[in-house]
């Protein structure tokens, strides 16, 4: 399937797993920060720190507002996929551009959000591989290519898939060819 609309059809890792990074940065300023109170009380002479390490709680303070509003986000998004999924009683085929549509939400980013469910178990499902559209309560069983280098978590464009056995996104095993990538969804 060669459809425009399509070609950017695939999944990313993009603000996944970011929030658990901005955390770490938050906490790394927080402890300089911290430490800075310390070495004032003590009056310890270290690289003049007790003199400007106070002022990392500020950057800190907006990288955690940064961190929860991410996770938050993450959070509704989910809501939002599994209440249109619900109200299919988690059955059916659909095109995964309707859905999208219908929640307001980037057919990337519902594809980044449905692997997430699927992961920690709450739903079922799998693509059409002719069609790319979604098969609900259809599990998949994933198998990892060796060959599978995974990309990027940002990417600009689609990744080239000519003459891959496997999903160049997910890196489930492609045997029968097809458009779609079953494990995932993704345009190939
Ligand atoms: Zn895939």
Redesign the pocket.
């Known amino acids: 399937m060669s459809e425009e609309k399509y070609k950017h059809r695939y ?1 990313y890792k993009e603000s996944y797993e970011a929030a658990i990074g901005t955390f770490a940065v938050a906490i790394v300023f927080l402890f300089v920060a911290i430490l800075s109170l310390v070495f004032l009380t003590f009056k310890i002479e270290f690289i003049g720190l007790a003199n400007w390490g106070y002022w990392l709680f500020v950057p800190a303070f907006f990288i955690f507002i940064g961190g929860f509003d991410q996770l938050y986000r993450n959070y509704k998004y989910k809501q939002v996929v599994k209440n249109a999924l619900a109200q299919r009683n988690f059955q059916g085929t659909y095109k995964l551009e309707h859905i999208a549509l219908e929640i307001g939400m980037k057919p990337k980013v519902l594809l980044r959000v449905l692997l997430d469910l699927r992961n920690k178990g709450i739903i079922k499902y799998s693509f059409n591989v002719e069609t790319g559209q979604i098969i609900l309560g259809q599990p998949i069983t994933y198998q990892l290519a060796t060959e599978y280098v995974p990309p990027a978590k940002k990417l600009e464009n689609p990744l080239p898939t000519e003459g891959k056995n496997y ?1 160049v ?2 890196g ?1 095993k492609i045997e029968t060819g097809g458009n779609f ?1 079953p ?2 969804g ?1 345009n190939l």
């Open positions: 999944y999903c996104y997910c489930h990538c494990n995932c993704s």
